[in-house]
């Protein structure tokens, strides 16, 4: 398979060149030239890791088949508990594909303890020598997800960067407990917009490359714009279909509806491609919360992204800007240039109209609906009052959009994280007293609930913490330099 440029049809590359890359030089993102077409018959009866290189193999065809079922197999196995791709029954027709039973406990974990495994092997097989350091700038899940993926993987360094006012304090405790002997992790003074504008600040600072440069050093980032970010997530659609199909919960040739709860568009637009190669998908529905920027851009065709920022409890989803939604753009526009257009009218006006016919082609596939924080809230309690479901408070925006759009389809609602990594904001949700402190928060959560922790979250007590610096954002540079 070949990939190009949503910014420069010129441009050809293979897998590996695109994920050793991240980014065209163009400023675009690189996107498949085709779809391959899946075979539903021999997917139907595999584990989640066989199935996983199946799909992988179609897309990552410079890569072999036997290294993909290797990494698969290491990846999506015991490190998941043998719950990868775990569909669960909430009521008749509405499933929870539960997408964080990982090592970090959000669905993160599917496509980052995998790609820096693609990333090792696209460099011995480029014969690149370089160390990459992976810079990220995190609200919580990523940073947390990259260090774990990284973990003492050879060739390949990261230095984490979270703001001292944005992370809960099981996701502080995640980051700076995380042990391995190539991983930094540093709590920059400010908010997440901080921390992120300092890190954008060291990919385009010159000096920075230089010295790093002469080290050896290489920068590379674990944003999701990262096509080995994106490959990854496609299998679970597939997986879950045939759980459902197993089960006799679907018609002959009946679709599925899926809902996704979205902040970068990345975790949806899997599930397009998993439609394009065949998977029968009904709608998908774009679930956003109060910054429902999505939501009336399918509604309108109007993206606009001057608007006013909300922090939620969703902060995952606390986005202004979907970068995937470009590759989106590219495969139904068919036309570099057209995406050129819409992206410089982005950077310039803050926003772009799609022409009639594309906002029709849009809605042919997607819906879209968004919940604020209180009707987030009231959906999580109602789950857990009807159907006994406890979700977390990104999952449970999607319910709400979800039950909204319900059609005779089945509906499979992608759970993105445990409920225990937001033990305060769940049981706020739940209308039950909120201790301060999140350990007391979880311990109450289990009691009221009968559920339990995952032993990774609940033992972030017992460990000792190996990273207490905090740094200004303006020595993020720096603090990167001195990590490698
Ligand atoms: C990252 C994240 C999302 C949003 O996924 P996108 O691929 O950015 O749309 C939703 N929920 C949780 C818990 C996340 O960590």
């Not at 502080?172 to 920059?188: D, F, H, I, K, S």
């Not at 309108?300 to 989803?317: H, I």
Request: aromatic share 10%; net charge neutral; charged share 20%.
């Amino acid at each position: 398979m070949e990939y190009t440029s949503t910014r420069n049809a010129a441009c050809r590359v293979d897998a590996s060149r695109a994920i050793i890359q991240g980014l065209s030089e163009d400023g675009g993102l690189f996107v498949p030239v085709g779809f391959p077409r899946a075979d539903l018959g021999a997917l139907a009866g595999l584990d989640y890791p066989a199935l996983a290189a199946e799909i992988l193999g179609l897309y990552l065809t410079d890569y072999s088949p036997s290294f993909l079922r290797a990494q698969a197999r290491e990846v999506y196995g015991s490190t998941f508990g043998g719950k990868a791709g775990w569909v669960s029954e909430v009521e008749p027709g509405l499933y929870s594909l539960e997408l964080w039973h990982g090592p970090t406990c959000a669905f993160k974990d599917y496509a980052l303890q995998l790609m820096p495994r693609l990333l090792a092997q696209a460099k011995r097989s480029l014969g690149r020598t370089e160390t990459t350091l992976v810079l990220v700038a995190t609200s919580g899940d990523t940073g947390k997800a990259a260090l774990a993926g990284c973990r003492d993987l050879a060739g390949v360094r990261v230095a984490v960067f979270y703001p001292t006012g944005g992370t809960s304090e099981i996701q502080r405790l995640q980051m700076a407990t995380q042990e391995g002997q190539n991983l930094a992790v540093y709590a920059v003074e400010g908010n997440f917009d901080d921390a992120q504008a300092g890190v954008k600040r060291a990919f385009t600072d010159p000096a920075l490359a230089a010295a790093l440069a002469g080290r050896g050093v290489r920068l590379s980032s674990a944003n999701s714009i990262n096509w080995g970010r994106l490959a990854p997530q496609i299998a679970y659609y597939f997986f879950a279909w045939a759980r459902l199909a197993e089960k006799g919960r679907l018609a002959p040739g009946q679709r599925v509806d899926f809902c996704v709860p979205t902040g970068n568009f990345g975790d949806i637009l899997a599930g397009w491609y998993a439609k394009q190669m065949g998977l029968p998908v009904g709608r998908l529905i774009c679930a956003s919360n109060k910054n429902r920027v999505l939501t009336d851009f399918f509604e309108t065709g109007r993206y606009d992204a001057r608007r006013t920022f909300y922090k939620t409890e969703s902060p995952s989803m606390d986005i202004l800007v979907s970068s995937n939604l470009e590759r989106l753009l590219w495969h139904l526009s068919g036309s570099d240039e057209a995406v050129r257009g819409w992206m410089d009218a982005l950077g310039k006006n803050g926003g772009y109209t799609v022409p009639g016919p594309m906002r029709k082609a849009l809605q042919a596939d997607f819906a879209a609906g968004s919940a604020d924080s209180s009707e987030a809230a009231a959906e999580l309690r109602r789950r857990y009052e009807q159907n006994h479901y406890l979700c977390d408070p990104h999952t449970a925006v999607a319910f709400k959009a979800a039950r909204e759009q319900k059609g005779s389809a089945p509906m499979v609602v992608l759970s993105t994280a445990s409920p225990f990594k937001f033990p305060r904001a769940v049981l706020a949700a739940l209308g039950q007293p909120v201790p301060e402190d999140d350990f007391a928060a979880m311990a109450a959560l289990e009691e009221y609930t009968g559920a339990r922790a995952p032993a990774s979250l609940a033992g972030l007590k017992e460990k000792p913490v190996r990273f207490t610096e905090t740094i200004l954002p303006g020595a993020i540079g720096g603090a990167a330099l001195r990590s490698c």
